[in-house]
């Protein structure tokens, strides 16, 4: 097992694309989250799955924002339209039932809207 | 609305000596606290955390010691390791939003040999 993997590491795209990433969770996980991040900033709560159920979504996250969790495996997560503010490092992180909160984090995807 | 905070953005400590990092929360429905550590180009990694019904959580150099009463938690590193220098985000947990952490700003340990 390799961790969370997510990609693209790195994407740059124009104001007004859209963009899609997509997180591969641990194997047996059965919890994903999704989080942003800001320069100087700690990692902000964007959405949570457990299997295929989104149970939770932030204010954060738009109408521009959605994400998916088919078949309870990988994620994706949308932005259409982006904006210069939706650039971040947005990080997706996975859990297995009884670990409470002590998730692991993959190593994100950095996000720069021109 | 900043539930969690870290008021020094930066730590710099000397090898061997005690490293300690400060957070204070407002948001009294949190009943797990944890604490990441962040190097560069690489996600957190969970490094310890603690109960509410606990005061002091420790593991090998790490301790965390909550203070319910002043809503405040602070990490101990002893002894410091040049290997530890990295950001170190504090979190908190629970209340109604289960499965969600609100994190601090973080806090930018150095560790000079």
């Known amino acids: 097992d390799t961790g969370v993997s997510q990609d693209p590491r790195h994407k740059i795209t124009k104001r007004g694309q859209n963009v899609t990433f997509r997180c591969d969770p641990i194997?047996?996980?059965?919890?994903l989250y999704w989080y942003r991040q800001t320069l100087g900033q700690g990692p902000e709560f964007l959405t949570y799955?457990?299997?295929?159920?989104?149970?939770?979504k932030s204010r954060l996250l738009s109408d521009r924002f959605s994400a998916e969790r088919p078949k309870g495996s990988f994620s994706t997560l949308e932005i259409q339209r982006t904006e210069q503010g939706d650039s971040a490092m947005y990080l997706c992180?996975?859990?297995?039932?009884?670990?409470?909160?002590?998730?692991?984090f993959g190593s994100g995807t950095r996000l720069t809207v021109v | 609305d900043q539930q969690v905070k870290q008021n020094s953005p930066s730590l710099s400590v000397q090898e061997g000596r005690i490293s300690i990092l400060n957070c204070d929360y407002t948001?009294?429905?949190?009943?797990?606290f944890l604490w990441y550590k962040k190097y560069p180009a690489e996600g957190p990694t969970f490094l310890i955390s603690?109960?509410?019904?606990?005061d002091k959580n420790e593991d090998g150099r790490f301790t965390v010691f909550l203070n319910k009463s002043a809503k405040h938690l602070s990490l101990h590193i002893v002894p410091s390791q040049p290997g530890d220098s990295a950001v170190y985000f504090c979190?908190?947990?629970?209340?109604?939003?289960?499965?969600?952490?609100?994190f601090g700003q973080g806090t930018i340990l150095t560790v000079h040999p």
């Open positions: 194997s047996e996980h059965n919890r």
């Open positions: 979190a908190g947990a629970g209340g109604t939003s289960y499965g969600k952490l609100t």
């Open positions: 603690i109960s509410s019904i606990k």
């Open positions: 992180a996975s859990s297995h039932r009884g670990q409470a909160y002590g998730y692991t």
């Open positions: 799955f457990q299997n295929e159920a989104q149970l939770e």
């Open positions: 948001n009294s429905m949190f009943d797990y």
